[in-house]
């Protein structure tokens, strides 16, 4: 991976397995992951509620793109290509200099942005703690609260067999 | 022979105004907003999405509004509007034991880990019109139930507890991940297609085709005994390895229906008897289209099982070369364009041919 | 746009030096693809390039120009010694996105500073009977477009006959282009850039040297 931009990468070596030999490339990993699945609006009210708004340049506008999913054979086979979807990305440099990269599902480049401003702020130590309290947390809670209520009304239609027991004739 | 190939700019201009209008019909109804057809023709969104092999909900309702409903069209639109993004790269492979579970069912084993969830589903309705969504004030907002909890994290597939006895062939990836895996969108199809190719082919195939194929193996057509091992609905996490980082990140969710078909083995010379397996996978939710999917698959596995071809669903060419509804309804559809120097051609023809008949009728009468 | 202060200060994070793309990539892309299409459309005649952008040593501006416009993820770029350097392959990385590979065979497009050591045009993809725009499109960074030997063309888009000179070239270059252009339609295209100028030099054309 010498070949990536080290910019964007500041913690990752891209050698080591994801997220487990590297505990600063796990945390990114996942607090990436959790901008990327939160709603737009979330985001938004995150960054109006930031107090310190930083300055920062574009390494790479946002544009939107595809990612061919993959998948496998029978779940656990060789890989397939199921089909395309966007993705909308971008990368940006805070004035203090630490890059953020925004890589999210779907054509919203706001979502990208905001996505990429809270990677690059949460790489300043000085900041991380906080804006995991602040924001990561919550977007992840409120990711998680989505997904239990669907995963409560799909258990609701779960089938309780009954097996009827026939007496003993005696 | 000259044929007028202009003068018709004006009424193909005044064609798209006709159909605009058409579009929008009457205009005492109220207009219908994307996020209408997104939140309340969801299985038609996931049938443009899958076919259209473009999953972006917002694009695929735009595409049912502006082809007015009709689903090819839609597809069409989406698989033109694809061509025009770049491409990032390859997902890793998504990991459908990880999925947030909506539905689950297995006709194979009734007590199975996870249980058997029915989720949202029209199997278990009866088919009767339902009067209440025609009422005038509409259904208001109905409400689900919602158990305690919910459904277990992590569900085992059923292919993979059969796995334990040995009784069901195993799928592993051979080449550990180290292949090129074919892809449509950049190669043309060949033959003698890997299985990687047949499957994407088959994702975005017609559900119409598949749907007509899977029915005549079942039917006769192709040796399949096939068994529901397992249908699962829900939602996987899309994990993408930028080239800026170098490890994987979520890019998001995306919904998945996949189907596991159990298929009956007498064994070959090479294989001890066993249950084969075809599988399906699709965007949405598209229960119909991934069990077809899994019959076809299986049915197209014949040359690799060592059993005859000798059906239309085991022949590979015939099927992967007529799946396509893009290219089907455009190879169809050219038919409406203009022929008229081809047409001559055919009546001169046709006028020479009869001469000659008539002459030959005339001689042999006299 | 004050990229390129802002990746001075690079602030601790990092030190390599990401020079920025095409200022408006949408636009400017087409503007220079414009330019690509008129210089194979009338080959031997010089054009310049819209788009005025420093990308890595040692590229000239249309050299990265062209790059930036044809390369994607799915173009795999081979490179030769002199220019695959580690901010060069950062840089096609970040803005491209295109893969690199080892041999020249398994190319999409070929990106040569340094012609006089180049591989031979066979050694590039030349196509197959049922594809031959799988062949290669060779970038070749030529000290100058003006001071070397003349050459003359003949071929389509050219009334009668053009006149190149490109410098740099190693001796068996055209010789190497007869046998390329018998070939057709199969054989790799060219484009040779310096400075902001690229001349078009397509497999359809003839060169008498």
Redesign the interface.
């Known amino acids: ?10 913690q ?5 397995a ?2 487990e030999r590297d505990p600063a ?1 796990a945390a990114r ?1 996942r607090w ?2 959790v901008l ?2 939160a709603k737009l609006n979330e985001l938004e009210s995150a960054w109006e509620d930031l107090a310190q708004k930083p300055a ?6 946002p ?25 909308t ?1 971008c ?1 940006l ?7 953020g ?1 925004g ?5 919203s480049k706001r979502h990208a942005e905001l996505a990429a401003l809270f990677d690059a702020l949460l ?1 300043d130590e000085g900041r991380r703690g906080e804006l995991e309290d602040s924001v990561i947390a919550p977007l992840e809670a409120s990711h998680l609260d989505r ?13 309780n ?1 009954f097996t009827m027991v026939r007496g003993e004739n005696e | 022979m000259y044929v007028a190939v202009k003068g018709g700019e004006q009424a193909i201009l005044n064609s798209h105004k006709l159909i605009a209008e058409e579009r929008r019909g009457d205009t005492e109804v109220p207009e219908l907003s994307l996020a209408q057809i997104k939140e309340q023709m969801q299985l038609a969104v996931d049938r443009v999405m899958t076919e259209g092999s473009l999953y972006d909900r917002d694009l695929a309702a735009l595409a049912i509004k502006q082809a007015q409903g009709d689903l090819l069209e839609a597809i069409f639109l989406l698989r033109a509007y694809r061509t025009t993004l770049t491409r990032f790269g390859e997902s890793e492979p998504i990991d459908t034991s990880c999925m947030a579970v909506r539905r689950r069912i297995s006709a194979a084993y009734k007590d199975l880990p996870g249980g058997q969830v029915l989720g949202p589903s029209y199997d278990y309705t009866h088919r009767l019109l339902d009067f209440a969504l025609a009422a005038e004030e509409g259904v208001g907002a109905p409400e689900a139930e919602a158990a305690e909890a919910g459904v277990d994290e992590s569900i085992p597939r059923v292919t993979d507890i059969l796995n334990h006895e040995g009784l069901i062939e195993e799928e592993t990836a051979l080449d550990g991940d180290a292949g090129a895996v074919a892809d449509l969108t950049r190669e043309p199809l060949r033959f003698p297609a890997g299985r990687d190719l047949r499957l994407q082919n088959l994702a975005r195939g017609d559900e119409g085709f598949l749907l007509a194929l899977g029915y005549s193996t079942q039917r006769g057509y192709g040796r399949n005994h096939p068994f529901a091992g397992e249908i699962r609905l829900g939602e996987v996490a899309v994990e993408f390895v930028p080239e800026e980082l170098g490890f994987p990140i979520e890019l998001g969710e995306i919904t998945v229906t996949e189907c596991q078909m159990i298929n009956q083995f007498a064994g070959s010379a090479g294989r001890p008897p066993q249950f084969t397996r075809g599988y399906g996978l699709s965007f949405g939710h598209c229960e119909r289209k991934t069990m077809a999917m899994a019959l076809v698959d299986r049915a197209l596995r014949a040359r690799e099982l060592d059993e005859t071809v000798e059906y239309p669903a085991q022949d590979e060419e015939f099927v992967l070369y007529h799946s396509d509804n893009v290219e089907a309804s455009g190879f169809v559809q050219h038919l409406k364009l203009p022929h008229y120097v081809d047409f001559q051609s055919e009546l001169q023809l046709i006028r020479s041919l009869r001469r000659r008949h008539d002459e030959e009728q005339q001689e042999a009468a006299e | 746009m004050a990229l390129a202060t802002s990746l001075n200060a690079s602030g601790g994070i990092d030190t390599a030096e990401l020079r920025p793309g095409l200022a408006d990539p949408v636009h400017d892309s087409q503007h220079i693809f414009r330019g690509l299409l008129t210089a194979l459309a009338h080959p031997g005649r010089p054009v310049t390039l819209p788009g005025d952008v420093a990308g890595p040593e040692p590229l000239d501006p249309a050299t990265t120009a062209v790059a930036l416009t044809l390369l994607d993820y799915d173009t795999p770029l081979w490179i030769d010694w002199i220019a695959d350097t580690p901010p060069l392959r950062a840089y096609l990385k970040f803005h491209c996105g295109c893969p690199l590979v080892e041999r020249s065979q398994d190319a999409a497009f070929g990106l040569v500073t340094d012609p006089e050591n180049m591989p031979r045009l066979a050694l590039f993809a030349q196509g197959r009977d049922q594809y031959p725009d799988s062949s290669a499109s060779l970038l070749l960074q030529v000290p100058s477009l003006e001071e070397g030997p003349a050459v003359t063309l003949k071929g389509p888009g050219i009334r009668e006959t053009a006149t190149i000179r490109p410098a740099g070239l190693p001796d068996w270059f055209w010789n190497d282009w007869r046998l390329n252009a018998a070939q057709f339609p199969l054989g790799v295209d060219i484009f040779f850039t310096c400075g902001r100028s690229v001349v078009g030099l397509p497999r359809s054309i003839l060169a008498e040297g």
Do not use: C, H, I
């Not at chain 1, 997904?147 to 089938?159: E, G, H, I, P, Q």
């Open positions: 991976m010498d070949a990536a931009p080290r910019s964007a990468a500041p990752g070596d891209g050698q080591s994801p997220g490339q990993r990436m992951s990327a699945k920062y340049d574009w390494l790479r506008r544009e939107v793109g595809m990612v061919m999913v993959r998948a496998r054979t029978g779940g656990t086979g060789g890989r397939f290509n199921l089909g395309q979807m966007t993705v990305r990368a440099r805070l004035a203090s200099g630490e890059a990269l890589y999210v599902q779907g054509r790489q997904r239990t209520a669907r995963s409560r009304k799909a258990n609701s239609t779960k089938v067999f």
